[in-house]
């Protein structure tokens, strides 16, 4: 994977992935768009669509048209620097430690030092610091939507105990992808027409195969994941809203039905394959196996004082003392430190996510430096690693992830929408076509351009009929 790839992935992402901001040193490129008190710059939107554009680089036929595909990445952007003021609002901020943990687990992931990392980015033309802005930012969004999911969303143990009687039983999953022409909040007889009529002329191109499914999705959804072709993955009846399970159990493979009218717009679905539930892959899990030393700060041993102290002992070890007899000796967590620091074989995300980056980070038998959590100050030994087949208790808490997951893509769209619907955003690239056009009036039907740009004749005009709004409300999740 090339470390473009790496944002292009973010960009495809259910959330999306922060811009790459160009640095405050740099002399103002242009403004792409203002939000509240925010800009875009039109370097940022540059570089993000060059990055979607490379992901697509060997089937370019299945992205939109190029003003088009500037206004859906514009709007992506856009979203993006809301969602990192609302979580600064919030008070949700994301340590420099924490940033350079997760570009060492980039790093890793790539097979590669921090060093190689910086030089493979300026190999493929970006900056190391625009780099860590963008995980910045992109850590920053993850931890709104955790925010947010922690404070709405409830899944009952009737909703857990159903989903797993149905898996029991062998019940079927479906592989489903859908497209969604999104319709604004309070929406009036005439949009509700356009977009009906919008969503008929697709279902009329995928009905005369003059365009597959994923790249209809790509041109003309709505949806989050229309970048992504409409894809949603494998789905069991109590992942998928009610409204649409009667439709999809007398659906064959291969078949696209609609538009179906929900409340945030017309969708049509496909339905790609269907499995038994006993034949979908074992469900592992890695688990973690490490040991830890402590350092708090109190209101006796303040920061630096820690800090201190755990630089001492990571030195020693450093030197060839013994981990556990540190641990031992000096580590500060009661309920370890008897046992040299063994914390057991635990998931990476057990004690926190700050100390599952810098675990996870790891190769077996390497120490971290320190690093700094709610706790305190740390060094984690990893010992090893395993997969480990899910138990009865691990697969009901996966369960209930699975269902609360689903949930939370519903409210969280309807949030992106509110969010959306509330600010001052100004389009301002130069280009009518997306410059003039909104959201709410991204929905008609596809016009007489596209289906000359099917047949491989030239698009012709900045007609931003077939644009669509990216702030949507709730879809198919």
Do not use: C
């Not at 899990?285 to 820690?306: C, K, M, S, W």
């Amino acid at each position: 994977m090339t470390i473009r790839s790496l944002f292009v992935a973010g960009l495809l992402a259910a959330t999306v992935i922060a811009p790459l901001r160009a640095q405050e040193s740099q002399p103002l490129d242009g403004i792409a768009a203002v939000v509240n008190e925010d800009v875009v710059l039109k370097s940022e939107l540059d570089r993000a669509v060059a990055n979607v554009q490379a992901q697509y680089a060997s089937n370019p036929a299945q992205l939109p048209p190029p003003e088009v595909l500037r206004r859906q990445v514009l709007e992506r952007l856009v979203l993006v620097k809301l969602q990192v003021a609302r979580a600064q609002e919030n008070g949700i901020s994301v340590s420099d430690e924490e940033v350079n943990s997760a570009v060492a687990s980039v790093a890793q992931q790539n097979n590669t030092t921090v060093d190689g990392l910086r030089q493979r980015l300026a190999a493929e033309g970006l900056s190391f610091d625009e780099f860590r802005s963008s995980l910045r930012d992109e850590i920053t969004v993850q931890r709104l939507r955790q925010s947010y999911g922690q404070s709405r969303i409830r899944v009952s143990e009737a909703e857990v105990d159903a989903a797993l009687k149905a898996q029991a039983n062998g019940g079927v999953q479906y592989h489903l992808a859908h497209i969604l022409i999104g319709l604004p909040e309070g929406a009036t007889a005439e949009q509700i027409a356009t977009g009906q009529k919008k969503a008929e002329g697709v279902k009329s191109l995928l009905d005369r195969n003059e365009m597959d499914f994923s790249a209809a999705a790509v041109r003309y959804s709505d949806s989050p994941n229309a970048l992504e072709g409409g894809d949603l993955g494998w789905r069991s009846l109590d992942e998928i809203p009610v409204a649409f399970v009667d439709t999809l159990k007398s659906m064959q493979a291969g078949q696209v039905v609609g538009p179906i009218r929900g409340p945030s717009g017309f969708q049509l679905l496909k339905l790609v394959e269907t499995r038994d539930a006993s034949q979908a892959p074992s469900q592992m899990t890695t688990e973690y196996h490490a040991r830890h030393i402590l350092v708090r700060v109190t209101p006796v041993q303040d920061a630096a004082a820690a800090k201190a102290k755990i630089d001492t002992l990571r030195a020693r070890i450093a030197g060839g003392a013994d981990f556990a007899e540190l641990a031992k000796a000096d580590s500060e967590d009661a309920n370890t430190k008897n046992d040299g620091g063994d914390l057991g074989w635990f998931t990476a995300d057990q004690f926190g996510p700050d100390f599952g980056q810098r675990l996870t980070a790891l190769k077996d038998g390497e120490v971290s430096e320190p690093f700094r959590t709610e706790a305190g100050w740390h060094i984690v030994q990893r010992e090893g690693t395993r997969q480990t087949d899910v138990t009865d208790q691990n697969r009901r808490a996966q369960v209930r992830d699975t269902i609360g997951r689903r949930k939370l893509e519903e409210e969280y769209n309807r949030y992106l929408l509110e969010l959306r619907g509330e600010a001052y955003v100004s389009f301002r690239t130069g280009d009518p076509a997306i410059d003039n056009a909104t959201p709410d009036t991204a929905i008609s039907a596809p016009g007489a351009a596209e289906e000359a740009a099917r047949a491989g004749k030239k698009q012709r005009g900045g007609d931003n009929n077939d644009m669509p709004g990216s702030a949507s409300s709730s879809q198919m999740p």
